[in-house]
């Protein structure tokens, strides 16, 4: 069946989900379903461009939103109106339904913060992060002098009162930085090593940086967030 309803299974009455595919194209990557799970968004990637894609889980029916030679990891604002997607040379802003993307050029990555409030992100080289309110559109930045790095990834917690910042040093030294709303430093993790995937995960109790590795030859952890 293709209902995508939970079943019981006979041995051990445990509930069993059911997969329902939605798309068929095979060139669809970058998943990412919406807070009330009604949609979901992905990058359709063709030989000359990226498209992103919303799909309508209700109905079933998808809807191209951006169109461009190079997107890729939409996420979504808690209120399911808009999309942050990744392009060659900026961060971008879409509307659900589509429309003019909002671009926020130089900024390598970015990440809602404050319940979708804000966006945080960092240019190639970290020295900096720029807050931008999204209601009314004042930015400002956050001196982060100690970490003049290139930058991996940004995170925020739900109340956007931490920020993490996966930064590297070369191919050597990666280094997963968290942050008040300030500023401030609160912890560091540090990985020496071939890393080629770092990520970063905030709880909204007890904050922690996490960093993970393909290949690993050590690493230490500076101090507790």
């Given at each position: 069946s293709?209902?995508?309803?939970?079943?019981?299974?006979?041995?051990?009455?445990?509930?069993?989900?059911?997969?329902?595919?939605?798309?068929?194209?095979?060139c669809?990557?970058?998943?990412?379903?919406?807070?009330?799970?009604?949609?979901?968004?992905?990058?359709?990637?063709?030989?000359?461009?990226?498209?992103?894609?919303?799909?309508?889980?209700?109905?079933?029916?998808?809807?191209?939103?951006y169109?461009?030679?190079?997107?890729?990891?939409?996420?979504?604002?808690?209120?399911?109106?808009?999309?942050?997607?990744?392009?060659?040379?900026?961060?971008?802003?879409?509307?659900?339904?589509?429309?003019?993307?909002r671009?926020?050029?130089?900024?390598?990555?970015?990440?809602?913060?404050?319940?979708g409030?804000?966006?945080?992100?960092?240019?190639?080289?970290?020295?900096?992060?720029?807050?931008?309110?999204?209601?009314?559109?004042?930015?400002?930045?956050?001196?982060?002098?100690?970490?003049?790095?290139?930058?991996?990834?940004?995170?925020?917690?739900?109340?956007?009162?931490?920020?993490?910042?996966?930064?590297?040093?070369?191919?050597?030294?990666?280094?997963?930085?968290?942050l008040?709303?300030?500023?401030?430093?609160?912890?560091t993790?540090?990985?020496?090593?071939?890393?080629?995937?770092?990520?970063?995960?905030?709880?909204?109790?007890?904050?922690?940086p996490i960093?993970?590795?393909s290949?690993?030859?050590?690493?230490?952890?500076?101090?507790?967030?």
């Open positions: 293709s209902s995508g309803t939970p079943v019981a299974t006979p041995a051990t009455g445990a509930r069993k989900p059911r997969h329902r595919r939605v798309t068929y194209s095979g669809d990557f970058d998943p990412a379903i919406s807070r009330d799970g009604k949609f979901l968004a992905f990058v359709r990637r063709g030989h000359e461009e990226s498209v992103l894609m919303v799909h309508d889980r209700a109905s079933g029916s998808a809807i191209p939103v169109r461009g030679p190079y997107c890729h990891s939409p996420a979504w604002a808690p209120d399911g109106s808009e999309l942050l997607a990744l392009v060659r040379d900026a961060v971008i802003v879409v509307p659900r339904l589509g429309g003019v993307p671009r926020l050029p130089n900024l390598r990555r970015a990440a809602w913060s404050s319940g409030t804000r966006i945080v992100g960092g240019r190639a080289t970290v020295s900096q992060l720029t807050v931008i309110d999204r209601r009314a559109g004042d930015t400002s930045t956050l001196d982060l002098g100690a970490v003049p790095m290139i930058l991996l990834d940004v995170a925020c917690s739900a109340e956007g009162d931490r920020i993490a910042v996966a930064s590297c040093e070369g191919e050597i030294r990666h280094v997963v930085t968290v008040d709303a300030h500023g401030t430093v609160l912890g993790s540090t990985s020496i090593g071939t890393s080629t995937n770092i990520s970063t995960r905030i709880g909204t109790g007890t904050t922690a960093a993970t590795r290949a690993r030859k050590g690493s230490k952890g500076d101090k507790p967030a």
